[in-house]
């Protein structure tokens, strides 16, 4: 397999050189080293589209490692809802030690595969939970408790308000990838919470050399929470 981690190391290192995106080179080594773990465990276990797997550090590791620079400067626990198969917060984690990060997902197999990725990488700032957000036990642990609300699966804006209130300290920050047109979505969300939403941006995540246009329509969704 040392090849193949050869490959999505030239890969990350060329993504990153070209956006002006510089983490360091033990970093990029770990991402490499993440998107080779994914490729091989998704022969067993479902984590990204088998379609996905070619494009694995453009689709999934470069994009995830990228929104870091997104991040404000002043957030410390993140949880990451819907992980997966550890994305965004795996690579969040790896760029962002300082950070500690929860990663959840309701399946269990899925769980176990990024539990085995973070041993794997000896990350010591994440862990991984196989819950629902919702659940009372998630929130009696974790109330009050993150300043950082990541996602990128596809549940509507609306719904994760409604996940990460309960979850959030007094001032915090919601993150989400999306795709394609947001504005109906984003307007059903901030009728429903606008009393809670400080500011709101939407970026476009263009990127060279592939989505110079973001032909791709990728957007962060980056929102200024009170409770």
């Not at 504005?183 to 989505?211: G, R, V």
Request: aromatic share 10%.
């Amino acid at each position: 397999m040392v090849d193949v981690q050869e490959q999505y190391l030239k890969e990350l290192h060329t993504f990153c050189w070209e956006n002006g995106f510089s983490p360091d080179s033990m970093e990029v080594e770990r991402l490499a080293y993440f998107a080779e773990l994914v490729s091989e465990k998704n022969d067993s276990v479902n984590l990204i589209s088998r379609r996905d797997i070619d494009g694995i550090i453009e689709k999934h590791i470069f994009i995830s490692a990228y929104i870091t620079k997104y991040i404000p400067e002043k957030c410390s626990n993140f949880l990451d809802i819907g992980t997966g198969g550890g994305f965004p917060g795996i690579p969040i984690s790896i760029l962002r030690p300082n950070m500690k990060g929860v990663l959840v997902d309701s399946t269990k197999k899925k769980v176990d595969a990024v539990s085995e990725f973070i041993d794997r990488l000896k990350l010591s700032n994440c862990t991984v939970e196989n819950d629902r957000v919702e659940s009372p036990e998630f929130i009696a642990r974790y109330s009050d408790y993150f300043d950082l609300i990541v996602s990128r699966a596809t549940v509507p804006l609306i719904i994760l308000f409604r996940y990460a209130l309960p979850l959030i300290k007094e001032k915090a920050f919601l993150m989400a990838l999306k795709g394609g047109d947001l504005d109906e979505e984003f307007k059903k969300a901030e009728m429903k919470y606008k009393a809670h939403i400080k500011k709101s941006t939407i970026f476009e995540l263009y990127y060279k050399p592939n989505n110079v246009r973001n032909q791709k329509g990728k957007k962060l969704v980056l929102l200024e929470l009170t409770k």
